[in-house]
T-cell receptor
Framework: EDKVVQSPLSLVVHEGDTVTLNCSYE??????LLWYKQEKKAPTFLFML????IEKKSGRLSSILDKKELSSILNITATQTGDSAIYLC????????????FGTGTRLTIIP | GAVVSQHPSWVICKSGTSVKIECRSL??????MFWYRQFPKQSLMLMAT?????????EQGVEKDKFLINHASLTLSTLTVTSAHPEDSSFYIC???????????FGNGTRLTVT
C-alpha cells in the first residue's frame, strides 16, 4: 500500500523564522511529488517535483526532491502570519489514473 | 490559472436526506474527476475517480450506492450523498484533471453537516 508521511505533524514558530517541512514516501510507480497549502478551504498548488536534486522556488518558498532518500522538503524563509496553514504533500503515480496519495499534513502556525 | 467551481460551499441536512454537490471546471475540460473527503484534522482521502462518460471507480471502503457520481460532461461532475447520516459529515472536495502530468486543481470544497 502506498504511504506518504509528513513531519512534523505540527509546528509553531515566530514570524521571521525559517521552517523546513518534511515528506517521505513509499509508493509504487512514483512519478512526481506535489506540495499544497491548505487554509480554510481546498488545497492550493505550490510545487510539482519530478526530478531529483532540482530546487523549485517561488518567493520565500522552495522545495527539492531526493529520489534516493524517497523524500522531499519544503522550506519557508522569513515566515509571515499568512503562511499559517496546513501543508500537504502528495505523490502522483506514473501509470494509469492520476491518483494522488496525500500525506497527513503539517499544521504550521506562525506567531506574530 | 484553472478555475474550478464547487457548490454548495456548505450544507446542513437532516439524516436520511440526499445532498448533491456540483463541481465545474470553468476554463478547461476535465477528462478525469477525483472526489476526496477530509475528516477533521485528517488528510484528504480519495473516494472515487471518474472519467467523462464512464462509471466511477470507487476506493476500498467507499460505498458506490451511497455516493453516486455522475460525470456526464467534460466540465461538470456531481457527487450525491444518498440517505446521509451524521457519520457522512465531512469536507468533500472535487479535483478535476485536464490531462496527464498537469498539477491537479481543487474546488473550494463542500462542508456537509448531517444532523
Amino acid at each position: 500500500e502506498d504511504k506518504v508521511v509528513q513531519s512534523p505533524l505540527s509546528l509553531v514558530v515566530h514570524e521571521g523564522d525559517t521552517v523546513t517541512l518534511n515528506c517521505s514516501y513509499e509508493v509504487t510507480n512514483f512519478r512526481s511529488l506535489l506540495w499544497y497549502k491548505q487554509e480554510k478551504k481546498a488545497p492550493t498548488f505550490l510545487f510539482m517535483l519530478t526530478s531529483s536534486g532540482i530546487e523549485k522556488k517561488s518567493g520565500r518558498l522552495s522545495s527539492i526532491l531526493d529520489k534516493k532518500e524517497l523524500s522531499s522538503i519544503l522550506n519557508i524563509t522569513a515566515t509571515q502570519t499568512g503562511d499559517s496553514a496546513i501543508y500537504l504533500c502528495a505523490t502522483l503515480p506514473y501509470f494509469g489514473n492520476e491518483k494522488l496519495t496525500f500525506g497527513t499534513g503539517t499544521r504550521l502556525t506562525i506567531i506574530p | 490559472g484553472a478555475v474550478v467551481s464547487q457548490h454548495p460551499s456548505w450544507v446542513i441536512c437532516k439524516s436520511g436526506t440526499s445532498v448533491k454537490i456540483e463541481c465545474r471546471s470553468l476554463d478547461f475540460q476535465a477528462t478525469t474527476m477525483f472526489w476526496y473527503r477530509q475528516f477533521p484534522k485528517q488528510s484528504l482521502m480519495l473516494m472515487a475517480t471518474s472519467n467523462e462518460g464512464s462509471k466511477a471507480t470507487y476506493e476500498q471502503g467507499v460505498e458506490k450506492d451511497k455516493f453516486l457520481i455522475n460525470h456526464a460532461s467534460l466540465t461538470l461532475s456531481t457527487l450525491t450523498v444518498t440517505s446521509a447520516h451524521p457519520e457522512d459529515s465531512s469536507f468533500y472536495i472535487c479535483s478535476p484533471q485536464e490531462g496527464s502530468n498537469s498539477p491537479l486543481h481543487f474546488g473550494n470544497g463542500t462542508r456537509l453537516t448531517v444532523t
